[in-house]
């Protein structure tokens, strides 16, 4: 049996890419704000996480991606889908 934690992770491929939904909703000034900050339109999913390599708990990236695609802030791709940015 998998723990609450590891059910909050998102899964799927690595290469998928990130669509911008909406501006950024998260609590300005906040550390989850600041996160959010990081998502390009058209970036993959790595280069999310890697993008956290060097933060105190880079597993947030994971949470932040599980949480905020089940909250609809985010959309993400099949790897290859082209995103345009408006």
Not at 30 to 44: D, L, P, Q
Not at 47 to 61: H, V
């Given at each position: ?14 290469d ?5 939904v ?8 906040s550390?989850?704000y ?18 956290f390599a ?5 597993s947030d ?26």
């Amino acid at each position: 049996m998998r723990s609450s934690k590891d059910r909050r992770r998102w899964r799927g491929d690595i290469d998928s890419v990130i669509e911008l939904v909406e501006p950024n909703p998260k609590q300005h000034g906040s550390k989850c704000y600041e996160r959010y900050e990081n998502y390009r339109n058209g970036m993959t999913v790595r280069q999310y996480i890697n993008a956290f390599a060097e933060y105190p708990r880079p597993s947030d990236a994971w949470i932040d991606l599980t949480w905020d695609e089940a909250r609809q802030y985010i959309r993400i791709h099949s790897p290859g889908t082209p995103i345009t940015t408006p």
